[in-house]
């Protein structure tokens, strides 16, 4: 049994906008998956169903085979949680640790608990020193940062996170995928998040879910989804640029690749061998000038 299934769900918004249309998929219980679209794709509305802000049709979203809409807002609480877009949409107490703390006191966990948690979820994202610190004296990154430990206290088993790097800089944001990728393998925390991050998925996903306009319309293992500049045009993306370079070694030098990689370790590899097996015949194709 999948841990979460969605079956045909569509959704529309009051001013008639179809957001998601007809959307079916499932998600394993571990696994980390990624949600990629192009703006107004729908990811937020799909992240938002899953947490039950949305009316939806009852018995299109279960979670652990149990249907959203029978689950209480603490059991559906305990189970998943969102870390939104905008982190002032999520964030609301004076201080760090108040907004930080604000879910395990929810969940009645005693005090010194709930410091625990606070204090660990800070440190996961790198906030440990700035736990007094107004929310509105913090940096658009540093809310960000909150808003994910809020999250985390809370221990979800389905943790989603709709564009967490939006807005880090790159050391904040490879650590935060470090941050994520522990949770999922250690901890087997089951990942979803949205995210237009296309250089840096195939490192970490094992499963992205493509919609365009509310339908999904591509699902797979990072290889098949990347798998030419055609298809992901078709949906408004891109391949990611290393992909991108070896499909045009690929076609417009001629160069031998079968499969495109999609990291630089891969393609380093794989370009180191077709130089050496083909370093007689490239002598002859680009002459030394
Ligand atoms: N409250 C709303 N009322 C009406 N239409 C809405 C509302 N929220 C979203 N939409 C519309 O629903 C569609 C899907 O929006 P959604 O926010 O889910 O996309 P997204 O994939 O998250 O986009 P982005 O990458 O910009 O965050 C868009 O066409 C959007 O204009
Ligand atoms: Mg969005």
Redesign the pocket.
Known sequence: MPYLEIKNLSYK???G?R?LDNVSLSVEKGEFVGLL??????????LKAIVGLLKTKPGSIKIDGKPIKEMSRMELSSKVGLVF?NPSDQLFAPTVEDDVAFGPRNLGLNGAKVQERVKKSLQMVGMAGLAKKPIHHLSFGQQKRVSIAGVLAMKPELLLL??PTAGLDPKSESSLLYTLEQLNKKEGITIII?T?MVDLMPLFLDRIFV?KE?RLTIEGAPEEVFSSTQVMEGVDLRLPYITYLIEELKHKDHLPFDELPLTIKEARTKLVSILTENLVGLKENYPAR
Do not use: I, V
């Not at 679209?37 to 799909?46: H, M, R």
């Open positions: 918004y009051e001013d906008t957001a679209a192009s703006n107004g794709g729908g990811k937020t509305t799909l877009q709709d564009e949205a237009h919609l509310g």
